[in-house]
């Protein structure tokens, strides 16, 4: 029941509003190889669900575990062409974000060409009546 199509589709989409932990190694090795890659090759439908949750999430996967896990689920010659299908997406998907600059952290600068302004200093306020 564990590999049943409604609780992998249930999981998987619970798992991907977890999308910040999968930057972490052991997220990762629990999800993938201690609970989908245990049967991934006798179940099909297994295979689908984890190449999907790689498809919403590889962005937020280790390079390590994202390329470990694109060679252990290229689907084999024999296998559907949905299979097939969700694998292509995703090699599409990392070569896009291979050529894609990678965001910067730092904003960048605001030259806007125009010379700076002396400020004036503040004026003394007037008194105030009593």
Known sequence: MAFGDIFLHLLTGHLTLLSDEFGTEDFCSVVFDGFLLTSFSSKENVHRHALRIMLHLHHKLLPACMETLMKTLE???????????????????????????????EAPPLDLGLPPVPVPPPAAAPPTPL
Request: hydrophobic share 15%; charged share 30%; proline share 19%.
């Open 75 to 105: 689907p084999p010659k024999q296998s559907s062409e949905p299979v097939k299908e969700l694998y292509t997406q995703l090699t599409e998907k990392m070569d896009a974000q291979k050529k894609s600059p990678p965001p910067s952290d």
